[in-house]
């Protein structure tokens, strides 16, 4: 049984009985011939009878759900394609001598079988409903009574990239209130319950390793990561053009849809509730969200946390991490597709700056200029300030990380949960960075986005201010 399954089997076998007539021919003695035949005999009984095999899953699989949950005609064919591709080409990766292996998150440890699962996963818009329309059936609960509304208390966290949006994720993610997408959900994001439930028993692990942008920050499997605008680029409106990104405000339609998925994401049916246990609440981390700060503010009960980091040294990080992915990117093209699949524009081949800022920048600068990220940054943060109607919360990372346990307390006590704060301060670190001289911007920039900066610090909307002593600009 052992040689049945095994990965070169197949194909050893198929070329056995593909090669008999000059095997036949060759063999010398009418003995040998006979063992010949004998042998291949064995060999096309056992391919048909695990042909019959897999068919007969194959169709269980297909045909079972498709009749219990009584689809339309068009769900159906879509099922049927969909679930027979992605059951054969899981079949294929776990029987793959590499998926035993330790695996390491960088773009260039992809497979090309695995490539192509994300392609199918997070590139055609159809597979992309129909994945989440099967999430829906499998994992949504039929009711959800108030006390278990993901709605109430969901924590959107965002800024401009390399802000410390990351780092605030990653401490929140530690409250055991919250529950967000992590990077085993990859890459079927819109259907993280089901895709678990494939895989179970086959996990990938491994050790945790240094993201792709070599900043320090370690992620495993089960790190969490800003994958949620997958499903925005799914259900919502977005206007790419070469030189912006924007959207539309989500529609009635779609926040119904992203209640669904912000429920699948924290408390799905099949994870029930012990008696007595709070329903998590829906935790992401999405720098798009900058464009959908109208939508999300509305909802009272939920909470928008919008990072922002010292001018200077977030220009210098965004410029210098524009250069790391430009150089990847012309390596692999397959990393520019694959953050291309989770609307990651903040840099590289394929950066596109928010629309909002796009007009107020200066369009002699170039991403490859030191000046245009800080351009972008005052951009960014000025249109922030202009938004004085909105119910969002601002957080200092440079105060955040100087004085974590204070700060700690500050968002808790706004988050209303409670946690170990000496133990997440701890992953608050101060960034290592050398220090970015002023002298580097064009003096004009400089002086426009520190004094945007000191708005921003002055502002009634920071969120540790009521909390902290006073900070220097």
Same mark, same amino acid.
């Given at each position: 049984?052992?040689?049945?399954?095994?990965?070169?089997?197949?194909?050893?076998?198929?070329?056995?009985?593909?090669?008999?007539?000059?095997?036949?021919? /060759?063999?010398?003695?009418?003995?040998?011939?006979?063992?010949?035949?004998?042998?291949?005999?064995?060999?096309?009984?056992?391919?048909?009878?695990?042909?019959?095999?897999?068919?007969?899953?194959?169709?269980?699989?297909?045909?079972?759900?498709?009749?219990?949950?009584?689809?339309?005609?068009?769900?159906? =064919?879509?099922?049927?394609?969909?679930?027979?591709?992605?059951?054969?080409? !899981?079949?294929?990766?776990?029987?793959?001598?590499?998926?035993?292996?330790?695996?390491?998150?960088?773009?260039?440890?992809?497979?090309?079988?695995?490539? !192509?699962?994300?392609?199918?996963?997070?590139?055609?818009?159809?597979?992309?409903?129909?994945?989440?329309?099967?999430?829906?059936?499998?994992?949504?609960?039929?009711?959800?009574? /108030?006390?278990?509304? +993901?709605?109430?208390? =969901?924590?959107?966290?965002?800024?401009?990239?390399?802000?410390?949006?990351?780092?605030?994720?990653?401490?929140?993610?530690?409250?055991? =209130?919250?529950?967000?997408? *992590?990077?085993?959900?990859?890459?079927?994001?819109?259907?993280?319950?089901?895709?678990?439930?494939?895989?179970?028993?086959?996990?990938?692990?491994?050790?945790?390793?240094?993201?792709?942008?070599?900043?320090?920050?370690?992620?495993?499997?089960?790190?969490?990561?800003?994958?949620?605008?997958?499903?925005?680029?799914?259900?919502?409106?977005?206007?790419?053009?070469?030189?912006?990104?924007?959207?539309?405000?989500?529609? +009635?339609?779609?926040?119904?849809?992203?209640?669904?998925? %912000?429920?699948?994401?924290?408390? $799905?049916?099949?994870?029930?509730?012990?008696?007595?246990?709070?329903?998590?609440?829906?935790?992401?981390?999405?720098?798009?969200?900058?464009?959908?700060?109208?939508?999300?503010? =509305?909802?009272?009960?939920?909470?928008?946390?919008?990072?922002?980091?010292?001018?200077?040294?977030?220009? %210098?990080?965004?410029?210098?991490?524009?250069?790391?992915?430009?150089?990847?990117?012309?390596?692999?093209?397959?990393?520019?597709?694959?953050?291309?699949?989770?609307?990651?524009?903040?840099?590289?081949?394929?950066?596109?700056?928010?629309?909002?800022?796009?007009?107020?920048?200066?369009?002699?600068?170039? +991403?490859?200029?030191?000046?245009?990220?800080?351009?972008?940054?005052?951009?960014?943060? *000025?249109?922030?300030?202009?938004?004085?109607?909105?119910?969002?919360?601002?957080?200092?990372?440079?105060?955040?990380?100087?004085? $974590?346990?204070?700060?700690?307390?500050?968002?808790?006590?706004?988050?209303?949960?409670?946690?170990?704060?000496?133990?997440?301060?701890?992953?608050?670190?101060?960034?290592?960075?050398?220090?970015?001289? +002023?002298?580097?911007?064009?003096?004009?920039?400089?002086?426009?986005?520190?004094?945007?900066?000191?708005?921003?610090?002055?502002?009634?909307?920071?969120?540790?201010?009521?909390?902290?002593?006073?900070?220097?600009?």
């Amino acid at each position: 049984m052992r040689r049945v399954v095994a990965w070169r089997w197949p194909s050893a076998g198929l070329q056995e009985i593909l090669t008999l007539p000059r095997a036949f021919e /060759q063999a010398k003695g009418d003995d040998a011939r006979q063992a010949l035949l004998l042998r291949t005999g064995r060999i096309t009984l056992i391919y048909s009878l695990f042909g019959l095999a897999l068919f007969t899953g194959l169709a269980a699989l297909v045909y079972l759900p498709s009749w219990t949950l009584d689809w339309s005609v068009n769900q159906n =064919a879509a099922y049927l394609v969909m679930v027979s591709v992605v059951a054969a080409l !899981w079949w294929l990766l776990r029987r793959a001598p590499s998926a035993k292996k330790e695996v390491k998150r960088t773009y260039g440890n992809y497979s090309p079988l695995q490539r !192509w699962l994300h392609w199918l996963a997070l590139e055609p818009a159809v597979v992309r409903h129909l994945a989440f329309d099967l999430e829906r059936q499998f994992a949504l609960p039929k009711q959800r009574s /108030q006390d278990l509304d +993901p709605s109430d208390g =969901a924590v959107y966290v965002c800024g401009l990239a390399r802000s410390g949006t990351t780092i605030l994720l990653r401490v929140l993610d530690q409250v055991a =209130a919250f529950k967000s997408l *992590s990077y085993r959900d990859m890459p079927f994001v819109l259907a993280p319950n089901l895709w678990r439930r494939i895989v179970l028993g086959n996990a990938t692990h491994a050790a945790a390793t240094e993201r792709a942008h070599g900043d320090g920050i370690l992620v495993d499997f089960d790190s969490p990561e800003a994958f949620e605008e997958v499903f925005w680029r799914t259900f919502g409106i977005q206007r790419l053009s070469k030189d912006s990104i924007d959207v539309e405000q989500p529609s +009635p339609e779609a926040m119904a849809n992203f209640a669904d998925y %912000r429920a699948l994401v924290a408390n $799905p049916k099949l994870g029930s509730l012990p008696r007595g246990c709070d329903a998590k609440r829906y935790l992401s981390k999405n720098n798009n969200n900058l464009l959908r700060l109208d939508a999300l503010s =509305a909802d009272p009960t939920a909470t928008v946390l919008l990072v922002y980091r010292d001018p200077l040294a977030t220009a %210098r990080s965004l410029h210098r991490q524009h250069l790391r992915y430009c150089a990847l990117q012309k390596q692999d093209t397959f990393a520019q597709r694959y953050m291309g699949w989770l609307g990651h524009y903040e840099f590289g081949l394929d950066h596109r700056p928010f629309a909002f800022a796009s007009y107020r920048m200066d369009k002699s600068y170039t +991403p490859t200029d030191l000046n245009y990220w800080l351009d972008y940054w005052n951009a960014v943060y *000025s249109h922030v300030l202009s938004q004085s109607y909105l119910r969002v919360h601002l957080v200092n990372h440079t105060v955040l990380c100087a004085q $974590p346990t204070a700060s700690l307390e500050a968002l808790f006590h706004v988050l209303g949960v409670t946690a170990d704060i000496g133990g997440l301060a701890t992953l608050l670190v101060t960034s290592k960075n050398a220090l970015v001289q +002023p002298d580097e911007f064009a003096p004009e920039l400089v002086q426009k986005a520190l004094s945007t900066h000191r708005s921003l610090q002055a502002s009634n909307k920071n969120l540790l201010a009521t909390f902290l002593l006073p900070q220097s600009p």
